[in-house]
């Protein structure tokens, strides 16, 4: 199984649990598109996949769901016998929660593949994913137990479901799937890595790796004309503070692209906005592209971590200022004043402030222009992803080359 690195494609078993198609997620999008990079780059790919929208809402779907993610006999001998007949040089697994499970964790174990697995979110630590609980930041699992989230039905609003997770997560730590059988994890910014260290997990076993984003070709005139959010329209994301703020900016443009639980709450607090603030629904991604163009600005308010939200490096793929709540993921990536503006998150009067001080001279805004294109370049477009993604392979393989010998 072993590779001469760097003279032939190598072969790659990706490894992905869906989330359900009424709630599509970033993360199955990374997964696709990370796919077709390693296609493209001449890899030979062969994937592992399980739908959550194959779970129905019964009683006996959701206990089946529970007891798979703590282990799933099914995925182990797909998993296994796949690596019997695709031969891998490595699996990259992204989300296996519920279906999948850290089993086929232990099939590549138990077959000698090496594991590369990337954490998009923070189940390893909490039971919601997000380090999140009632609207504000919470890490009182991280490190420790997750009888907090089980209190506090941090998963789905369920006690049930909460101790399901937290039990299958306890578990995987006890008996080491995780630690021992993954050889590296990916992690998508400096900040998420500061937050695994701080559980106790070896330094060694990470690389930072952020998210990418197709070109959508180098940035033309933009027209200004409006502040943008583009993303799902739910608590975490900020939403209430962003048209907070709005109401401390008269005449300001503001064009909300999305879809969610809270659109009907913030149609109607938009509506005492007067008609400066427009919501848009879900757009195709070329919608999305020409409203990011013509934008002053992207606003992300979030008032969660986030892992990596990809409508920032799709900002600086056209050039575009982003403002952004200073915490988590945002933190990490965006600079002030050389990729935009930040403010304190969950403040209407920062956010406000910071879009005012967005609203400078076209020589400062021609500036981040320029910075942004190139920090997409260098760090988030398919050739950066895809050198970035083989390194790592390349340099996983060669230890487990070294240690099988």
Same mark, same amino acid.
């Given at each position: 199984?072993?590779i001469?690195?760097?003279t032939?494609?190598m072969?790659?078993l990706?490894?992905?649990n869906y989330?359900?198609?009424?709630?599509p997620?970033?993360?199955?999008?990374?997964?696709?598109?990370?796919?077709q990079?390693l296609?493209?780059?001449g890899?030979?790919?062969?994937?592992?996949?399980?739908?959550?929208?194959?779970?129905?809402?019964s009683?006996?779907?959701r206990?089946?769901?529970?007891?798979a993610?703590?282990?799933s006999?099914e995925?182990?001998?797909?998993?296994r016998?796949a690596?019997?007949?695709?031969?891998?040089?490595?699996m990259?697994?992204h989300?296996?929660?519920p279906?999948?499970?850290?089993?086929i964790l232990?099939?590549?174990?138990?077959?000698?593949i090496?594991?590369?697995?990337?954490?998009?979110?923070?189940?390893?630590?909490?039971?919601?994913g997000?380090?999140l609980?009632?609207?504000r930041?919470?890490?009182?699992?991280?490190?420790?137990?997750?009888?907090?989230?089980?209190?506090?039905?941090?998963y %789905?609003?369920?006690?049930?479901?909460s101790? *399901?997770?937290? #039990?299958? @997560?306890?578990?995987?730590?006890?008996? =080491? +799937?995780?630690?021992?059988?993954?050889?590296?994890?990916?992690?998508l910014?400096?900040f998420?890595?500061t937050?695994?260290?701080a559980?106790?997990?070896?330094?060694?076993?990470?690389?930072?790796?952020?998210n990418?984003?197709?070109?959508?070709g180098r940035?033309?005139?933009?027209?200004?004309?409006h502040?943008?959010?583009?993303?799902?329209?739910?608590?975490?994301?900020g939403?209430?503070?962003?048209?907070?703020?709005?109401r401390?900016?008269?005449g300001?443009?503001?064009?909300?692209?999305?879809?969610?639980?809270?659109?009907?709450?913030?149609?109607?607090?938009?509506?005492?906005?007067?008609?400066?603030?427009q919501?848009r629904?879900?757009?195709?991604p070329? %919608?999305?592209?020409?409203?990011?163009?013509q *934008?002053?600005a #992207?606003v @992300?308010?979030?008032e969660?971590?986030? =892992? +990596?939200?990809l409508?920032?490096?799709?900002?600086y793929?056209?050039?575009?200022?982003?403002?952004?709540?200073?915490?988590?993921?945002?933190?990490?990536?965006?600079?002030?004043?050389?990729n935009?503006?930040?403010f304190?998150?969950?403040?209407?009067?920062?956010?406000?402030?910071?879009?005012?001080?967005?609203v400078?001279?076209?020589?400062?805004l021609?500036?981040?222009?320029?910075?942004?294109r190139?920090a997409?370049?260098?760090s988030?477009?398919p050739p950066?992803?895809l050198?970035s993604?083989?390194?790592?392979?390349?340099?996983l393989?060669?230890?487990?080359?070294?240690?099988?010998?």
């Amino acid at each position: 199984m072993s590779i001469s690195i760097g003279t032939r494609p190598m072969r790659i078993l990706v490894a992905h649990n869906y989330y359900r198609s009424s709630s599509p997620s970033g993360e199955d999008r990374v997964f696709e598109q990370e796919r077709q990079l390693l296609q493209d780059g001449g890899h030979v790919v062969h994937s592992v996949v399980r739908r959550n929208d194959a779970i129905s809402d019964s009683a006996r779907d959701r206990l089946g769901a529970a007891l798979a993610a703590f282990w799933s006999t099914e995925s182990y001998k797909e998993v296994r016998d796949a690596i019997d007949r695709f031969r891998p040089d490595v699996m990259h697994c992204h989300n296996l929660f519920p279906q999948l499970s850290p089993s086929i964790l232990a099939a590549c174990s138990d077959r000698a593949i090496p594991v590369v697995q990337t954490l998009h979110n923070f189940r390893l630590l909490c039971a919601n994913g997000l380090l999140l609980r009632a609207g504000r930041i919470c890490e009182s699992c991280v490190g420790r137990s997750m009888l907090s989230g089980i209190r506090h039905a941090c998963y %789905r609003h369920s006690r049930y479901a909460s101790a *399901a997770v937290a #039990l299958s @997560v306890s578990a995987h730590r006890l008996l =080491g +799937l995780h630690s021992d059988r993954v050889q590296k994890f990916i992690v998508l910014t400096e900040f998420a890595l500061t937050r695994f260290l701080a559980a106790g997990l070896p330094p060694e076993k990470f690389a930072v790796r952020p998210n990418w984003v197709p070109d959508p070709g180098r940035p033309q005139t933009s027209s200004q004309e409006h502040f943008l959010f583009v993303g799902r329209l739910s608590a975490e994301k900020g939403l209430r503070t962003l048209l907070a703020a709005w109401r401390l900016l008269p005449g300001q443009q503001l064009v909300i692209i999305g879809d969610g639980p809270l659109r009907q709450e913030l149609e109607e607090l938009a509506t005492q906005l007067g008609p400066h603030v427009q919501f848009r629904g879900t757009q195709p991604p070329n %919608r999305v592209t020409e409203a990011m163009r013509q *934008a002053r600005a #992207l606003v @992300v308010p979030s008032e969660c971590y986030e =892992g +990596l939200p990809l409508v920032i490096p799709e900002a600086y793929a056209s050039g575009v200022p982003v403002i952004a709540a200073r915490h988590g993921a945002m933190a990490s990536i965006v600079k002030e004043p050389t990729n935009g503006q930040t403010f304190e998150p969950g403040s209407p009067e920062s956010l406000a402030d910071a879009v005012r001080r967005m609203v400078g001279t076209s020589q400062y805004l021609s500036a981040i222009a320029q910075n942004n294109r190139k920090a997409y370049e260098d760090s988030f477009s398919p050739p950066a992803a895809l050198r970035s993604l083989t390194r790592i392979y390349q340099d996983l393989l060669t230890e487990h080359r070294l240690a099988c010998r």
